[in-house]
T-cell receptor, first 117, second 112 residues
């Protein structure tokens, strides 16, 4: 089945560091990928929608200059958390949908746990 | 997309069938019902989806009522590894560019 790979799986870094997370669709092309954030004991919250070849669409309250998204190819989207601070510590998850049938499910990566010290 | 309602938690004995309900009383005719689960510290895993007919795959069965206002996900023989948060999501077929909206889900605990 469709596979979405996310890297790295875990990052621990100092406050002020910028962190890049990669999301790849391994066996399908994805014109649209989604980035979610999940805090402990909460559900997934959409941060932004990443569109290949165009600017990402951010949800209300998500700073586009802090969470930089690049979707340069049909199989790769990246999320860069710039100048990360402890409050940015969270579980970041990407997803993509395979196929052109509009009822196809989204497939999710295994997430990146970001810890800012 | 229509809103869904799920019980916050359920227990199930290992080896027994786990029946997870979902209410989606405002579902529209072109909206599908999707089920995902999330095991601790992992990304959500797709389980099954359907429009109006019952569906079955190697993981589970999906039973959708005739009026489509509710559905039940059935794990026929639950194992300890099925312990997870299960999400029921309703989404229109033409919302290709739109994300899946996750509610709080049902935390299923499979007990030995």
């Amino acid at each position: 089945g469709a596979v979405v790979s996310q890297h790295p799986s875990r990052v621990i870094c100092k406050s002020g560091t910028s962190v890049k997370i990669e999301c790849r669709s391994l066996d399908f092309q994805a014109t649209t990928m989604f980035w979610y954030r999940q805090f402990p004991k909460q559900s997934l919250m959409l941060m932004a929608t990443s569109n290949e070849g165009s600017k990402a669409t951010y949800e209300q309250g998500v700073e586009k200059d802090k969470f930089l998204i690049n979707h340069a190819s049909l199989t790769l989207s990246t999320l860069t958390v710039t100048s990360a601070h402890p409050e940015d510590s969270s579980f970041y998850i990407c997803s993509a949908r395979a196929g052109t049938n509009s009822n196809q499910p989204q497939h999710f990566g295994d997430g990146t746990r970001l810890s800012i010290l | 997309d229509a809103k869904t309602t799920q019980p916050p938690s359920m227990d199930c004995a290992e080896g027994r069938a786990a029946n997870l309900p979902c209410n989606h009383s405002t579902i529209s005719g072109n909206e599908y019902v999707y089920w995902y689960r999330q095991i601790h510290s992992q990304g959500p895993q797709y389980i099954i989806h359907g429009l109006k007919n019952n569906e079955t795959n190697e993981m589970a069965s999906l039973i959708i009522t005739e009026d489509r206002k509710s559905s039940t996900l059935i794990l026929p023989h639950a194992t300890l590894r099925d312990t997870a948060v299960y999400y029921c999501i309703v989404r229109a077929a033409n919302n290709y560019g739109q994300n899946f909206v996750f509610g709080p889900g049902t935390r299923l605990s499979v007990l030995p």
